[in-house]
T-cell receptor, first 115, second 114 residues
Framework: DGGITQSPKYLFRKEGQNVTLSCEQN?????MYWYRQDPGQGLRLIYY???????QKGDIAEGYSVSREKKESFPLTVTSAQKNPTAFYLC??????????????FGDGTRLSIL | AQSVTQLGSHVSVSEGALVLLRCNYS??????LFWYVQYPNQGLQLLLK??????LVKGINGFEAEFKKSETSFHLTKPSAHMSDAAEYFC????????????FGRGTSLIVHP
C-alpha cells in the first residue's frame, strides 16, 4: 500500500538538543510538506519542497531545518533555537507541479514534547 | 493572499441530526477547495475536493459540500450524524497565486451526542 510513514510517533527533546523527525513516502509524489499543529491553531506550514534538492520556508520556519536529498524522504530537524517545540508535527505529500488540483496525503504525525 | 475562515471552533449535534460545518475562503483567482477529517492522534484524511467541475461535491462517509462563488463559501454537510463522525474537520484552499500551497482553516471539532 502506498502512503506516508512518519517516525517516531512520540519524541522527547532535552534542552539544547536537536532532534530529527523522519518522513518517507512511496507515492512517487514530487511535493512534500511539514506542518505544525497546536490546539485551536490549525495547521501551520513550516517548510515545503516541490522538487528534490530544493525547499522553501513556510510561515513558521524559524528554529527548523529540512533537507530533500531523495524524492521519497523529507526529514525535519527541530533545532535548539526553537524555544517552544512541543506540538504535533504532520508530514504531507502531493503530486506537485502539473498536478495542481490534487489533495495532500498525510502521515500519522509525530508528537514532540520537552523533557 | 488566500485565506480560510471556519466559523465555530466546536459544533455539537445529536446523533441523526443534520451536520453543517461552515467554511468561507478568500481567493482572487479560481480556488481549489478541500475538506479533511482528523481523528485523534492521526493525520488528515481527504473527505472531498472542489476543482472547478460540479459545484455540489460528494465525498466519503455521506458528506457533501457546495461551492458558492457569490458567497465565497464551501460549507460541509451531512444529513444524519453518526457517533463515528466525531472528529476535527479542516477546510483548505489553494490557488495559482499561492503556488498551489494549501492554506488551512483553524478546524472545527464536531461533537456528536447520543
Amino acid at each position: 500500500d502506498g502512503g506516508i510513514t512518519q517516525s517516531p510517533k512520540y519524541l522527547f527533546r532535552k534542552e539544547g538538543q536537536n532532534v530529527t523527525l523522519s518522513c518517507e513516502q512511496n507515492l512517487n509524489h514530487d511535493a512534500m510538506y511539514w506542518y505544525r499543529q497546536d490546539p485551536g491553531q490549525g495547521l501551520r506550514l513550516i517548510y515545503y519542497s516541490q522538487i528534490v534538492n530544493d525547499f522553501q520556508k513556510g510561515d513558521i520556519a524559524e528554529g527548523y531545518s529540512v533537507s530533500r536529498e531523495k524524492k521519497e524522504s523529507f526529514p525535519l530537524t527541530v533545532t535548539s533555537a526553537q524555544k517552544n517545540p512541543t506540538a504535533f508535527y504532520l508530514c504531507a505529500s502531493s503530486g506537485g507541479p502539473g498536478q495542481i488540483n490534487q489533495p495532500q496525503h498525510f502521515g500519522d504525525g509525530t508528537r514532540l514534547s520537552i523533557l | 493572499a488566500q485565506s480560510v475562515t471556519q466559523l465555530g471552533s466546536h459544533v455539537s449535534v445529536s446523533e441523526g441530526a443534520l451536520v453543517l460545518l461552515r467554511c468561507n475562503y478568500s481567493s482572487s483567482v479560481p480556488p481549489y477547495l478541500f475538506w479533511y477529517v482528523q481523528y485523534p492522534n492521526q493525520g488528515l484524511q481527504l473527505l472531498l475536493k472542489y476543482t472547478s467541475a460540479a459545484t455540489l461535491v460528494k465525498g466519503i462517509n455521506g458528506f457533501e459540500a457546495e461551492f458558492k462563488k457569490s458567497e465565497t463559501s464551501f460549507h460541509l454537510t451531512k444529513p444524519s450524524a453518526h457517533m463515528s463522525d466525531a472528529a476535527e474537520y479542516f477546510c483548505a484552499v489553494s490557488d495559482e497565486r499561492g503556488s498551489y500551497i494549501p492554506t488551512f482553516g483553524r478546524g472545527t471539532s464536531l461533537i456528536v451526542h447520543p
